[in-house]
């Protein structure tokens, strides 16, 4: 029986500024995302399990810099614990342009939890196309290149042939 998840977000935190224009995250800023979050009309987000990615939104795009996940604690719990704050905050003190925001994969409706390997899957899933948007994301599992090259389709540069290219989107690559 297959899980169903939803997408929440974009979320926008706005990080505090030094003296000196550098941006870094401190509690009143993660309290003012989660009063945004809830005033979203997701209430029942910051309570719930899943992954989240975490991101920078410079012009029209969004370039992902971790992904997380969580079956033991909740999102409040989990996404500003100390050791991500030091990734997010070393992630905004190179790079000075742009907005953080935030996405969350948790179950469809009221459910709240998700199980361990639901949320490994999903996690897992996530990074394989994160890295390929940023080589330099922070996640550590899960990151390195398989090796795995099937020309044309999976990890292969230059010109495609139709049936590749049939191929491809009938396998949703």
Known sequence: MASEFELFGPFFLEPSKNNKGSKFIQTGDIH????????????????KQGCYV???????GFKPWYIGKTSKQSF???????????KFNAVLFNNTHGRLAFY???????????????AARIEKLLISYAVKKNENLLNIHYTKDS???????INSKGKQSQDQIRFKTMMGI
């Open 32 to 47: 003012n995302f989660w009063k945004v979050v809830a005033e979203s009309g997701e209430n029942i987000l910051p309570e």
């Open 54 to 60: 975490f991101s920078i939104k410079a012009g029209s």
């Open 104 to 118: 969350f994969i948790a179950k469809a409706g009221n459910k709240k939890t998700v199980s361990n390997p639901d």
């Open 76 to 86: 409040r719990q989990e996404v500003f614990n100390g050791n991500n704050i030091n």
């Open 147 to 153: 090796g795995i090259r099937i020309k044309g389709v």
